[in-house]
């Protein structure tokens, strides 16, 4: 299948692993809870396996809606990506891009993932999606997974589990609209991406298979629902600008480069 990943010539931003983002301010357009439904899609190009300035079992956020934890939490959804080596879960998960929800407080929460072998330098299109009920995940045009963050599973979504000593009981998400900013190549300055962005884009509902496959090969966005877009191909100046609602963000630290 061809592809519509930036092309030689073409300016994307790029993330330097250490305090560089991407911060656009909160509205409820971004929210899954504004609408019960959300998707979220962008070029990503990690310029290493093993990021310098990792988390938890040694993931990034590389882009994000959330910060606080506890009481005075707000986080709400966010990708990640594992580093290849040592991880710290069992199994390992090296290089695992993921997409999930959160309830205000954060912690645990629910989501999908696709774990694959990796390139540097290599472009790839991921596209996570939120319903009322369960979270997908697309790589490259191609569905990957789906799962349960509350209510009954349904088909091949799958449920998850409280960690013990509740690892009986469902662990429920129920995503709630918070003043956290949205950010690029972190979530909330707890770790950051190391490579490039393009064409970040936010939906307030559901995409389709087909429309996935359609912005994969021919970059054909739907106009229906579109309450962002960050091309990030200005290729200079320290404004992200969102050419749906001219809600632009503050590049903090992040470079302009070129596909060579």
Avoid at 46 to 62: C, I, K, M
Avoid at 80 to 93: F, I, L, Q, S, V
Wanted: aromatic residues 12%; charged residues 20%.
């Amino acid at each position: 299948m061809t592809n519509s990943a930036p092309r030689k010539g073409d300016s994307y931003l790029k993330f330097t692993g250490a305090d560089s983002y991407v911060e656009i301010a909160s509205i409820a357009d971004y929210s899954v809870a504004t609408t019960g439904e959300l998707a979220v899609a962008a070029w990503i190009r990690p310029d290493t396996l093993n990021f310098p300035n990792w988390e938890g079992s040694r993931y990034v956020h590389w882009l994000g809606k959330g910060e606080g934890a506890g009481n005075s939490g707000q986080q709400e959804w966010a990708f990640r990506m594992y580093n290849r080596d040592h991880t710290a879960e069992h199994p390992p998960r090296p290089n695992r891009i993921s997409f999930y929800v959160f309830n205000p407080e954060g912690g645990e929460g629910v989501g999908s993932y696709f774990q694959d072998t990796l390139q540097r330098g290599h472009w790839i299109f991921v596209v996570g999606v939120a319903d009322s009920t369960r979270t997908y995940m697309y790589r490259d045009g191609q569905y990957r997974r789906c799962d349960t963050y509350r209510g009954a599973s349904v088909g091949h979504c799958p449920i998850h589990y409280q960690p013990p000593p509740n690892d009986d009981l469902q662990l429920e998400i129920n995503p709630t609209a918070g003043s956290s900013p949205l950010r690029f190549g972190t979530r909330d300055l707890n770790s950051f991406f190391e490579g490039g962005l393009s064409r970040v884009r936010i939906w307030n509902r559901v995409l389709g298979a087909s429309e996935v496959s359609g912005l994969y090969s021919s970059d054909a966005a739907p106009s229906e629902g579109l309450v962002a877009e960050f091309l990030l191909n200005d290729g200079s100046g320290t404004i992200a600008a969102d050419t749906a609602q001219g809600n632009d963000g503050t590049i903090f630290g992040a470079a302009w480069d070129v596909q060579r």
